[in-house]
């Protein structure tokens, strides 16, 4: 049997084109709707994200279940660990779990339409981040001008978006916030532009999200503000005390080379800062400085430990595959590479040349990162632009992560997130892809002149088959389930567009028409189910 079906429709049609102008009011979102391929979510509830979430004994829990539908939506959650709770309205799971186990925990959301219900594995133990972290980082949008009110504001999009039904959780402040030191421990204080940072940490958690922040173990930043380590045991910067700083507190760059402050201090102040931040209620920490090496990772590691707080510690930038083994004893994720850019080539060259080698190290609790996600607005504070993605190459930029296993953390202004962003982040079924319990690697496994496929061995036996075309001109790609190793008729599930396309068995071949940077993504079930064969499969 030839299946020939189409990826994205309307392929004669020329895109359309975003303005890139210096401010911010004169930005043009592009209408790319006609592009839309993810059917809207019914009406009636549909319980997503996830289907585990690790966590520690006696350290804080949150976990908002993610839920589609139409509200006022009431909870339940059947066969919680003892020390947590329900908040039936908000669906919101807090609390301390007492004891070490594993729970299959049911939940159930209601609406006046109807109801679901769906399993979520709860392992307390020694692991956290059992799944790839969904959620945003300031960075690829306002860079180091970054300030409470858009931290805030881009939480409350999250949910309002709908992108909080659909399992992202992380909102994280990236460079930028960091004052003088001082408080409790002579932890990093924030600076003006952050005045409340515990009041903002409760305001994200309120909405059931996770709160991130920023920090390396250089003296400064990339940026130019204060880091973890410095040269004097009091904790002062003599730079600063010098005022030869702006009015944030970040280097002058008028009056100092930045780079030559980017070197590890005589004193680290690593646990001064984990003790500040775990006061705020930080989730997640983002530590970045390169190249990394062992005795500054361990040191951070050592001190988030100490205070007995769920953190994930997020390595940026530009890992190597040696110091592998290390990450993974260490940090939860890890960036695999340089910044990355909106064009086709850096993301194409991040995603194609420079993941395969990490397959080895990825799995529950250790996920090499591709970095951020570059989609909508962005601009690193300076030029703000419509990613220059099109269409086409943002379905690939998904796709690609998502069959990765990576990280996923947006970058753009969430306020402004049109139809078509919101459609391609709220698939949920690409989504479980990414989110797969037993977290392998998709690999590469067929390459040629302007093409790849990968797969992806998932939970429950099926398998994910993305389908590249990274040549400039349409062209025919396609898969045969026998040379992927898949025995056995199988449901050729488009994941886009959320439907079954027909079946396919052993050696027929099944085929798509892809667009010029453009993917097709599929799911085959049910995969190989270990039953009898029974005739020739050879």
Avoid at 239 to 262: A, H, T
Wanted: hydrophobic share 35%; with cysteine.
């Amino acid at each position: 049997m030839k299946q020939l079906t189409t990826l994205l429709a309307i392929l004669a049609l020329s895109l359309p084109v975003a303005a890139q102008l210096p401010g911010e009011d004169s930005i043009t979102v592009p209408d790319y709707s006609e592009y839309i391929l993810t059917p809207k979510a019914p009406d009636t509830p549909r319980i997503n994200g996830p289907k585990v979430y690790g966590a520690r004994k006696k350290a804080d829990f949150l976990y908002r279940i993610p839920a589609t539908g139409v509200r006022p939506m009431r909870f339940e959650a059947k066969g919680l660990p003892r020390g947590l709770k329900l908040n039936p309205d908000t669906g919101i799971i807090s609390g301390r779990a007492r004891r070490k186990g594993v729970f299959n925990v049911t939940l159930k959301a209601v609406n006046a339409l109807g109801s679901d219900e769906r399993t979520l594995r709860i392992e307390i133990g020694d692991r956290i981040s059992l799944t790839p972290p969904l959620g945003w980082n300031s960075w690829n949008c306002w860079g180091n001008t970054v300030t409470q009110e858009q931290i805030m504001q881009s939480a409350r999009a999250m949910v309002d978006k709908g992108l909080a039904d659909c399992g992202w959780t992380y909102i994280n402040i990236d460079d930028g916030w960091q004052g003088i030191r001082g408080g409790k421990w002579n932890g990093i204080q924030p600076n003006s532009k952050f005045p409340d940072m515990k009041a903002l940490g409760d305001s994200i958690h309120a909405l059931g999200l996770k709160f991130g922040i920023y920090s390396g173990p250089w003296i400064t930043t990339y940026a130019g503000h204060i880091g973890s380590s410095c040269d004097s045991p009091d904790g002062k910067y003599w730079w600063i005390e010098d005022g030869l700083v702006d009015g944030v507190l970040k280097l002058d760059r008028s009056k100092l080379n930045r780079e030559e402050f980017r070197i590890f201090g005589k004193y680290s102040f690593a646990r001064a800062d984990a003790k500040q931040w775990a006061e705020w209620g930080v989730d997640y920490l983002k530590y970045d400085w390169n190249p990394n090496d062992e005795w500054w990772l361990r040191d951070m590691r050592e001190a988030i430990d100490a205070t007995g707080r769920d953190i994930v510690y997020s390595i940026s930038n530009h890992s190597r595959v040696v110091l592998g083994p290390v990450l993974q004893k260490y940090a939860q994720c890890w960036r695999t590479t340089g910044d990355i850019r909106d064009t086709w080539q850096s993301m194409s060259d991040i995603g194609f040349k420079g993941q395969d080698c990490w397959a080895g190290f990825r799995g529950p609790g250790n996920w090499p990162d591709a970095d951020m996600l570059v989609l909508g607005k962005v601009g690193w504070g300076r030029k703000m632009h419509w990613t220059e993605l099109n269409p086409w190459e943002q379905y690939t930029h998904i796709t690609l992560w998502a069959i990765l296993a990576s990280p996923m953390l947006l970058g753009c202004d969430m306020a402004m997130l049109d139809d078509f962003t919101v459609s391609l982040l709220t698939n949920t079924e690409v989504l479980d892809v990414n989110q797969d319990p037993l977290g392998i690697q998709g690999v590469n496994t067929i390459q040629g002149d302007g093409h790849a496929t990968y797969v992806k061995l998932l939970e429950d036996g099926s398998v994910a088959v993305a389908l590249f075309n990274l040549g400039e001109e349409e062209r025919t790609l396609g898969f045969t389930p026998f040379k992927l190793g898949i025995l056995g008729e199988q449901t050729v599930r488009d994941l886009w567009r959320q439907q079954d396309m027909g079946k396919v068995t052993g050696k027929e071949r099944w085929e798509v028409s892809v667009p010029p940077h453009g993917a097709a993504f599929y799911r085959l079930s049910p995969g190989n189910t270990g039953e009898k064969l029974e005739g020739d499969y050879r």
